[in-house]
């Protein structure tokens, strides 16, 4: 079973536009992940947030996590078109799998 | 150095046959792991092996089986093939058996069941 759910299922901007994408969880966790995956291949992964930590930058990207609301978003600022894939949060807690959430499917158009 | 590579990368079987899907993960890593993507859903987590023993199960039959060879590849056997076990099948490896790593996927397998 999925571990909860991504808002907004699908996501169609301009270029040059920032997308925000949420996702909530079920359990407590050791950490958040945010991978990309473009067509339907292999995950690519972006970003990994600790359950200490509320905020993190990588580039165009910024997540925050808030472990209270069992809550995270992931920030593309300034986006491409090449940014056109689905996005998936992923909860580890301290044992050895990640459960995915359902997706963000992100359209940016030229 | 290469990424997790993944074999064959398309596969069409038809209901009650087997299938055996191949992973070999970068090297250094001891553990791999496996993942289901069905349409339009996120991944669902199946196995997860380290240093040739299996470390975790997700909830699936035991039509599902896997094992790790010495040099840390990987095989998901299914049998008794059902139509709903289309799907796109993940391996994932990490230097370890703790999932507060990242885990770097491979391409993955696209397996159709007719």
């Known amino acids: 079973s999925q571990q909860g759910e991504e808002d907004p299922q699908a996501l169609s901007i301009q270029e040059g536009e920032n997308a925000t994408m949420n996702c909530s969880y079920k359990?407590?966790?050791?950490?958040l992940q945010w991978y990309r995956q473009n067509s339907g291949r292999g995950l690519v992964h972006l970003i990994l947030i600790r359950s200490n930590e509320r905020e993190k930058h990588s580039g165009r990207l910024r997540v925050t996590l808030d472990t209270s609301k069992k809550s995270s978003s992931l920030l593309i600022t300034a986006s491409r078109a090449a940014d056109t894939a689905s996005y998936f949060c992923?909860?580890?807690?301290?044992?050895?799998?990640?459960?995915f959430g359902s997706g963000t499917r992100l359209l940016v158009r030229p | 150095d290469a990424g997790v590579t993944q074999s064959p990368t398309h596969l069409i079987k038809t209901r009650g046959q087997h299938v055996t899907l191949r992973c070999s993960p970068i090297s250094g890593h001891k553990s791999v792991s496996w993942y289901q993507q069905v349409l339009g859903q996120g991944p669902q987590f199946i196995f997860q092996?380290?240093?040739?023993?299996?470390?975790g199960r997700g909830n699936f039959p035991d039509r599902f089986s896997a094992r790790q060879f010495p040099n840390y590849s990987s095989e998901l056997n299914v049998n008794a093939l059902l139509l709903g076990d289309s799907a796109l099948y993940l391996c994932a490896s990490t230097p370890l058996v703790s999932a507060t790593y990242e885990q770097y996927f491979g391409p993955g397998t696209r397996l159709t069941v007719t």
């Open positions: 092996y380290y240093e040739k023993e299996e470390r």
């Open positions: 992923a909860t580890a807690d301290s044992s050895y799998k990640l459960i």
């Open positions: 359990t407590s966790i050791n950490n």
